[in-house]
Nanobody, 126 residues
Framework: QVQLVESGGGLVQAGGSLRLSCAAS????????MGWFRQAPGKEREFVAAISWSGGSTYYADSVKGRFTISRDNARNTVYLQMNSLKPEDTAVYYCAAAPTRVPAVVTTVAGYNYWGQGTQVTVSS
């Protein structure tokens, strides 16, 4: 069982930056693939970024590639999402998620994740 708590959301102007954090409970954090998703009002939850258990592999949605960076610190049981050059269309509730995996792979689908945080709101003004 893993519990996830996101933080770092807020209101920022277009072009600005935010760093989201996701703190995980449990002693097996390093065996979980982690991901970030987002959901805007009236839209489905969509994939943003994913990272393998060691951090050696990452994957991004095309819409954020080159602007967002996912990273993790297994010693701190925390995964991060650095968001730069933010756009109004990045406005959404951002969720982190954890997937137990037996291979060092990234997971990019909602169905692939077992555990979810409560979400943190990111609002980008134009």
């Amino acid at each position: 069982q893993v519990q996830l708590v996101e933080s770092g959301g807020g209101l920022v102007q277009a072009g600005g930056s935010l760093r989201l954090s996701c703190a995980a409970s449990g002693r097996t954090f390093s065996s979980y693939a982690m991901g970030w998703f987002r959901q805007a009002p009236g839209k489905e939850r969509e994939f943003v970024a994913a990272i393998s258990w060691s951090g050696g592999s990452t994957y991004y949605a095309d819409s954020v590639k080159g602007r967002f960076t996912i990273s993790r610190d297994n010693a701190r049981n925390t995964v991060y999402l650095q968001m730069n050059s933010l756009k109004p269309e990045d406005t959404a509730v951002y969720y982190c998620a954890a997937a137990p995996t037996r291979v060092p792979a990234v997971v990019t689908t909602v169905a692939g994740y077992n555990y979810w945080g409560q979400g943190t709101q990111v609002t980008v003004s134009s």
